[in-house]
DNA sequence: CTGGGGTCCT
DNA sequence: AGGACCC
């Protein structure tokens, strides 16, 4: 719709091979849904103009778009898909909330389950300063790329999510924690909690369970038999809105693929040919990015009568390096190299000597590395001068990015946040291990001045949580988390829309909170739109039509409760409060990816492995084998 | 007659 | 290498 404003005001829908993957509202009127046959939708609206959405790169960049902008105004974003983005607006929320008297406060948007003018905004801050931050942050993101969507302003990246929904097209809304049950209740079954797929529903339903009260209710115990200690907390605790995972930043993609699907391929001339189609889009998405690939992947799927549903057989390789260069270089005769290479790995999938048929072949190249610096010198580690060029580009914006050569790309800075890995190694030398047992040493955060955290913890269980729940009230102000979801206008929201979408915030410091929000595509002025903001907790998430970000945090590995901690308990705390809780007994710092460990220069990425104490620091490259 | 992407965990 | 999840 951006492309073609003529389509604006005509059922559109996003085709790829038979299927409508997305729609604009005005289609969706006439009944077209998601994931619908093409010939369903054109029965239900003949009139529906389609457009063919299978290739992703005018998506991929919008989609970039919207989570660079984003960035520029806070960066901690995650991306979820392309048209969803978490953002921690903590910080931001945190030092607005010191220059702004009480009296001062009001709520932008929505209010989940409550009229927005019987709220007031001074018991909920944080909430309500992330909603103001939501809905500049969906302004900014019409204004300056063209498209609308939702957002939702909670205390975790969950709820801001499922909040971002509540108003569906250009809107936002805000959680308020004592809220957060009604609308975990308001799911028709598990499967509408993210974070239950398929596969979980189902062996969640030959449990027994069906709704999230079933799945709230059931015990931990026999929920372990089934998922594992860490799945069956992880999902009972996403039943009772409670998430502990952070925004983590998503920097540059991890890995870049290509693929494509028929009815049928059966000679390895076609099969030769698809690959070589695929690479050479590959290759060029890959020089622009910057990044040297390490890694090729080839994936196929086999026409199979039975198990139809996902079998999926892949090989890779390393790429020898004089071709990997080649290919951040732009060389031209990498494609027939790299064909060599994939035909290799075809073979070790599929015996040509007998009969085949596949339905899709997949290209991909990961483990990518920044190219940089001083020949990946280990000496550059202890330079004090930052590494010529942190992690690629700044924001790897997708393709779209200019490709930065060698020189540290001078515009674009805000870039990987951190920088260069003297921030990364700070804040991961500086996190302690997880703990695994928890609330020993000070779990129990922020306990006012006045009590001795050591004494504190050895009051028997009921007393600790009754002093936190007296507490509780006592301060307000708490993180929040905002999501958004942006509706496209031309319809292409969910699976990619034509637009872009979100933008998040969420809150940092001691608390923290999200901000998602999904926009939709279309500049026009279609519906109106809003945001709310969380308060205590605060968070965001924003989603844009058609591309989408979502920042979203990385559940820490060592995510559990104390043991002495009842969930219940726990899910009954104010937002900013559980939030404040979790952030101490896993000491949380968000970090970047890190690219690959090599040429280490650049910057922080993801890294979220490092777990303990150790991993992500110097020592790692010194180890002895 | 269910895309074309992505992520992380095992 | 595969499986789960997300959009």
């Known amino acids: 719709m951006i492309r073609n404003p003529s389509l604006r ?68 974003v995650e991306r979820l898909g392309f048209d969803e983005n978490f953002v921690d607006v903590t910080e931001l929320v945190e030092s607005r909330l010191k220059e702004t008297p009480l009296s001062a406060l009001s709520f932008v948007g929505h209010i989940y389950n409550q009229e927005t003018s019987a709220v007031s905004a001074k018991d909920y801050p944080r909430l309500a300063i992330g909603s ?24 975790n990246k969950l709820l801001a999510k499922l909040v971002s929904g509540a108003f569906k097209p250009n809107q936002q809304t805000t959680l308020l924690p004592e809220c957060t049950v009604t609308l975990m209740h308001s799911l028709s079954g598990l499967r509408r909690v993210p974070g239950v797929g398929p596969r979980t529903a189902q062996r969640l339903q030959a449990l027994g369970l069906h709704s999230v009260s079933d799945l709230q209710l059931f015990p931990l115990v026999d929920l ?13 605790n996403l039943a009772r809105g409670i998430d502990v995972s952070m925004v983590t930043p998503t920097g540059p993609p991890q890995s870049l693929s290509d693929e494509d699907s028929f009815k049928k391929m059966s000679t390895m001339a076609e099969v030769s040919q698809k690959i070589e189609e695929l690479l050479a889009s590959l290759i060029d998405r890959m020089h622009k990015d910057g990044r040297q690939p390490m890694t090729f992947r080839l994936t196929i799927r086999r026409l199979s009568t039975a198990n139809k549903w ?30 060599t290479v994939a035909v290799k790995l075809f073979h070790k999938l599929v015996d040509t000597s007998e009969a085949f048929h596949l339905t899709l072949i997949n290209v991909c190249f990961c483990n ?31 393709p779209p990015s200019p490709r930065q050569p060698i020189s540290p790309t001078p515009t674009q800075s805000h870039g990987r946040r951190g920088g260069s890995d003297y921030s990364v190694e700070e804040r991961t030398g500086a996190s302690r291990s997880p703990k695994t047992s928890g609330l ?59 637009p872009l979408k979100r933008a998040s915030q969420s809150v940092r410091s001691e608390e923290r909170g999200a901000v998602c929000r999904e926009y939709d595509a279309g500049s026009s002025r279609e519906d109106g739109n809003e945001f709310s903001v969380p308060q205590d907790p605060v968070g965001m998430r924003v989603e844009h039509d058609n591309s989408s970000k ?35 007994w896993r000491q949380q710092k968000p970090i970047f990816k890190m690219p690959s460990r090599p040429s280490g220069t650049g910057g922080a990425s993801r890294d979220k492995k490092t777990k303990g104490p150790q991993t992500n620091n110097l020592l790692k490259y010194f180890k002895p084998s």
């Open 9 to 76: 005001d005509l059922p559109l829908g996003i085709q790829q091979k038979y299927i409508i993957v997305t729609s604009n509202y005005v289609a969706r009127q006439h009944g077209v849904t998601k994931l619908m046959s093409v010939s369903d939708a054109k029965e239900k609206c003949p009139q529906l103009v389609l457009v063919n959405g299978e290739d992703l790169t005018c998506y991929r960049e919008m989609s970039y778009k919207v989570t660079d902008l984003l960035m520029s105004h806070c960066p901690l």
């Open 132 to 155: 103001h931050i939501a809905a500049e942050l969906r302004d900014a993101v019409h204004t300056k790329l063209g498209l609308t969507g939702c957002a939702g302003i909670a205390s």
């Open 224 to 236: 372990v038999k089934e998922f594992g200690e860490a799945h069956a907390k992880r999902i009972q």
């Open 310 to 339: 996902f079998n999926r057989e892949s090989r890779q390789c390393p790429i020898p390096s004089f071709l990997s260069q080649k290919i951040a270089l732009g060389s031209s005769d990498v494609l027939t190299h790299l064909v």
């Open 368 to 398: 990518l590395q920044s190219r940089s610096v001083s020949r990946g010198s280990i000496a550059s580690f202890f330079s004090h001068k930052p590494p010529q060029k942190p992690q690629s580009s700044s924001r790897h914006t997708g």
């Open 440 to 498: 020993e040493e000070g779990a129990f955060p922020r306990l006012p001045p006045d009590v001795d955290p050591d004494v504190f913890k050895v009051l028997p269980q009921h007393i600790q949580e009754e002093l936190l729940s007296n507490f509780q009230t006592e301060r307000s102000g708490i993180p929040s988390v905002l999501t958004t979801d942006l509706e496209d206008q031309t319809g292409f929201s969910h699976i990619f829309p034509e």
């Open 550 to 584: 979502s920042v979203t945090s990385n559940s820490v590995s060592g995510a559990d409760f104390p043991h002495n901690v009842d969930p219940c308990v726990f899910s009954q705390l104010p937002a900013d409060m559980q939030r404040e809780l979790l952030s101490e």
